[in-house]
């Protein structure tokens, strides 16, 4: 009798199972197509070139100087400032006093002796005794002494000229020996004087130059190369000058950067673009340009340069997109 209801059961549930499928199991979920990755745009950096005037040029920099200068200065003794009479920009003449030292009573001294040098005078020319003669000469020294001293506490101009520089120094002030007071220079007499090491062909005497001091530009001339020098066995053999043709800056620019800038070529209209988008590989020179959304490479030919940029003689075209990166 159980095995019939086992049996029974059993029937029932297969005819349930028949009937639904597989109610059971999972539907199967619908293929999807695989996503489309689009690629990452490629971008560029560029360089429009175009059309300017360009350039060859060699510039050294150097410095404004005098070669008429002195400087003033006591030589003596050390003492204490009194009075400084001039500052930058006056012009004085050779004697003219610049300086002078506090010398105490040191004038009054002077004075005294030289009346002291007068009497001993009048005692010996009236007795001729050698203690007279001897007395005059001790007075006489003494007032040697006292005007050196005098004299030492003064500074005079040493040439004519236009004031440079003054100390700046306070009166009571110590001061030593040597120490510069003033300088004193030809404002006519301006130059630049730089150190080139370079190609010796590039500069020669008379070439015409542009001197550049705080952004004015003056025109200019070799006047001596490291040429020269080295003809001439001169101590130091990279010198180079150049002299004012027209105009000069004033006395105020001494000490002051200058640029010599000498021009080699100069081409006008010219097809430019930065050097640093050149590539060589082997004989060939090229570029790659941007056009269209694609990336080209150009042949060219290539002019003159300067320190950044270059002119491109054939192979291009002002407008196109060259690539930097």
């Known amino acids: 009798m159980k095995k019939l209801k086992v049996a029974a059961i059993a029937l029932g549930l297969s005819l349930i199972l028949s009937g ?8 199967e979920e619908e293929l999807l197509e695989p996503p489309t990755i689009a690629p990452d ?24 100087r005098s070669r008429t200068e002195k400087s003033c200065y006591f030589t003596d003794y050390t003492g204490r400032i009194k009075t400084i009479y001039v500052r930058a920009g006056d012009f004085v003449s050779e004697g003219d006093l610049i300086a002078e030292m ?8 002077l ?19 050698q203690a007279d003669k001897l007395q005059l000469d001790i007075e006489t020294e003494t007032l040697n002494m006292y005007q050196a001293q005098y004299d030492g506490a003064k500074v005079f101009a040493p040439i004519s000229g236009q004031i440079s520089y003054v100390l700046g120094i306070n009166p009571g002030t110590e001061i030593d020996p040597y120490r510069i007071i ?11 004087e730089a150190t080139y090491t370079g190609d010796m062909k590039t500069f020669t005497l008379g070439d015409k130059v542009t001197v550049t001091v705080e952004g004015e530009e003056y025109s200019s ?5 490291p040429k020269e020098a080295r003809a001439e066995g001169a101590e130091k053999t990279d010198i180079l000058t150049a002299e004012f043709t027209d105009k000069k800056p004033t006395f105020a620019y001494l000490g002051a950067l200058a640029d010599i800038k000498k021009i080699n070529s100069v081409s006008e209209n010219a097809v430019v673009i930065p050097k640093n988008t050149l590539k060589i ?44 990166r």
């Open 182 to 192: 003033a300088k004193i220079v030809d404002p006519e007499d301006l130059y630049i």
């Open 41 to 64: 745009q490629v971008t560029y950096s560029t360089y429009t070139a175009k059309r300017k005037t360009l350039e060859s040029s060699v510039i050294v920099t150097g410095y404004v």
């Open 20 to 27: 639904t499928g597989c109610y059971f199991f999972p539907t």
């Open 111 to 129: 004075e005294i002796q030289k009346l002291k040098v007068q009497a001993a005078k009048l005692q010996y020319n009236s007795t001729g005794s």
């Open 102 to 109: 506090n010398t105490g009573e040191l004038e009054y001294l």
């Open 281 to 324: 590989d082997g004989d060939r020179t090229f570029v790659q340009v941007y056009k269209d959304g694609e990336k080209i490479e150009k042949d060219i030919v290539t002019g003159i340069s300067n320190a950044t940029e270059i002119e491109v003689v054939s192979g291009l075209d002002d407008g196109d997109e060259v690539i930097i």
């Open 221 to 225: 001339e070799i006047s001596y190369t």
